[in-house]
């Protein structure tokens, strides 16, 4: 950066950006706008930032959120003023919910046209409420040395409090007043300004040194003594990014000889990890009747991550009258059963890297042969569903587990896709990095959520999608020309909300086929042309067709959009089939 910048608006915001790129930003998403002129001149002129445009600011934000999903890292968001920031909230709210860095830089009108009526001016000021980890309504733009400190200080706050955690969101609000565009001001920018106000220091104004929560010795012998019991079980939800060390939690399944139930967004599902460690996936099955008479309780249960996905997990740990404890690096209480009984204020890799060492044998083996036996029933009746004749959306999941490339990122939607990766995705010894949005749970973003991630990554990216979520965020697909993303995508489609089948309103009909399923009949073959993509068509019943075409998607150039049709009632019929025959089988091995 310069000194010799032709206003006091342009200085600004290139101290803004500079500052933001010292502290590791490599990336903005802009959406373009009047009022957010300066931020995007400057950000377009910084060597070492990327700008990805974009025109919708809904799916700007949650492209945002993807790269940050996938790296643990924020990428900036610039607005202008008005309803344009209104369209980062729902973004904002996963953002939160979901523990993923976020940061919105809104540019505002001057304070004195708020509450006037003037055009485009809304009330900006702390819009995103309580689901921001911080907040500031920066001073206009001066050209004075105090004033150019505390901006570089406030982005490099910014940055840290996004990072931190737990990591979140960050909204900055930025007011500027005319002239926007990089003009030439006299006297704007005082001749005498020294350097280093304007340049700043070498590297990072302000450097953040971020630490660990780590219990005390104390602590750690004492959870390592709990953790020393006959019968325990490792519970890792969804993972915060950028997701538990695969070593750290093998190490403690190894020490405490604990079965590890991994949620498929836990980032152990698909790792090395399941070679050497009984990491199970198969539990939304075989629990899904709740666990066979004739086993006992477990003792004690570690838990990291977020909530499962699953409902029958969840509700097993409720049933339970196992000691729990909940690990969380920010003494947040993710856990809406409220059966644990301990919380445990740490890191979880570390922890579990700790505690290993202190414990001094493995659990009894009956016990976790119990549950290794168990998940081979559910995935032996799995296998007999998927390879039998009649169609099921679960299928599609088991198959693109088997089939991704490697190393690959799978952003899976939510409502069935997740639900269906959590019960038919087998783990395996495959580099897949799964994520999904399960902070807040919705439908909306899902699409530049998945390419944000795809960006911010040399993987291959696959989307596994629903036909709502696809409709939903279709704005979201100019991202694959606008900002260079290939992925494929595979379109569940069941002609509306599927997911509705597994609630008791399904019975009362009317209101539920025209108010809760939706069908919609729309033709997403239309998308090809409009976003330059290659679409095709196959109905879930050939599972051979959608097989080879998936393979060919991914070793293709470009992106492919693959349509399964399905149908909802039929494909929830053989879930509960598959949950029925797992349930008889464990019975008949008692």
């Known amino acids: 950066m310069t000194a010799a910048a032709p206003n006091r608006n342009a200085l600004w915001a290139r101290a803004l950006v500079d500052e933001l790129a010292a502290a590791g930003v490599d990336a ?23 700008v990805f445009s974009h025109l919708d600011e809904r799916s700007a934000a949650y492209f945002a959120l993807g790269r940050a999903r996938r790296t643990g890292e924020v990428t900036p968001l610039v607005c202008t003023s008005g309803t344009a920031a209104a369209n980062y909230h729902p973004a904002v709210v996963e953002a939160d919910e979901g523990r993923v860095p976020l940061l919105a830089l809104t540019a505002d009108r001057p304070p004195e046209l708020r509450d006037s009526g003037a055009n485009q001016t809304v009330d900006q000021e702390k819009l995103y409420g309580d689901a921001t980890r911080w907040y500031k309504d920066l001073p206009e733009p001066e050209a004075t040395p105090r004033k150019l400190r505390s901006l570089r200080t406030t982005a490099a706050q910014a940055v840290a409090r996004a990072e931190g955690t737990p990591a979140g969101p960050v909204h900055l609000n930025v007011p500027f007043r005319k002239p926007l565009e990089p003009v030439h001001v006299d006297g704007d920018v005082p001749a005498d300004l020294p ?19 780590v219990p005390d010795d104390r602590d750690v012998e004492k959870l390592a003594t709990a953790l020393e019991a006959e019968r325990g079980l490792v519970v890792a939800g969804p993972a915060d990014p950028p997701g538990p060390d695969p070593e750290a939690m093998t190490a403690l399944a190894h020490a405490t000889g604990f079965p590890v139930l991994a949620d498929p967004l836990s980032g152990l599902r698909f790792s090395s990890s399941t070679r050497v460690a009984p990491v199970l996936g198969g539990y939304d099955g075989f629990l899904a009747d ?50 644990a009984t301990d919380l445990v204020v740490a890191d979880p890799s570390r922890l579990a890297a700790t505690v290993a060492r202190r414990i001094t044998g493995p659990s009894s083996s009956a016990w976790r042969d ?104 279709m704005n979201g697909l100019l991202a694959l020309g606008r900002c260079d993303v290939d992925a494929t995508v595979v379109c569940v489609n069941n002609d509306g909300g599927g997911i509705f089948h597994m609630l008791p309103i399904e019975r009362f009909d009317p209101p539920f086929t025209q108010q809760f399923k939706t069908p919609h009949d729309l033709d997403f073959a239309a998308t090809e042309a409009l976003y330059d993509l290659e679409f095709a068509r196959v109905d879930a019943a050939d599972r051979d067709g959608f097989r080879d075409l998936y393979r060919d998607a991914v070793g293709s ?11 909802a009632e039929r494909s929830h019929a053989v879930r509960d089939r598959v949950a029925a025959d797992v349930a008889e089988r464990l019975r008949s091995d008692e």
């Not at 006992?296 to 838990?303: A, S």
């Open 28 to 50: 903005v998403c802009v959406s373009p706008g009047s009022r957010s002129t300066p931020l995007t001149v400057a950000a377009a002129e910084h060597d070492d930032v990327r």
């Open 195 to 213: 350097e280093s106000a304007a340049r700043g220091r070498d590297g990072a104004y302000v450097s953040t040194t971020r630490g660990h929560a």
């Open 290 to 339: 709740g666990a066979p008479a004739s086993w006992p309780d477990p003792e004690v249960v570690l838990r990291i991550g977020a909530s499962p996905t699953s409902k029958p997990l969840r509700r097993y740990l409720a049933d339970t009258d196992a000691r729990q404890f909940v690990v969380d690096p920010a003494a947040g209480w993710r856990e809406a059963e409220f059966a």
């Open 370 to 473: 119990r549950w290794e036996a168990a998940e081979r029933t559910h995935w032996d009746a799995v296998d007999d569903a998927v390879a039998g004749d009649e169609p099921f959306e679960g299928r599609v999941l088991a198959d693109v587990a088997e089939l991704a490339p490697e190393p690959a990122t799978v952003f899976v939607s939510n409502s069935m896709p997740v639900r269906d990766a959590d019960r038919f995705a087998r783990p395996r010894a495959k580099s897949l990095t799964v994520l999904g949005n399960r902070g807040a749970s919705g439908i909306d973003g899902i699409t530049s959520t998945a390419l944000g991630a795809g960006s911010a990554t040399t993987d291959d990216l696959t989307l596994v999608t629903g036909d709502l979520a696809y409709y939903h965020d």
């Open 557 to 567: 150039d470009g992106t492919q959009v693959i349509e399964v049709d399905s149908d």
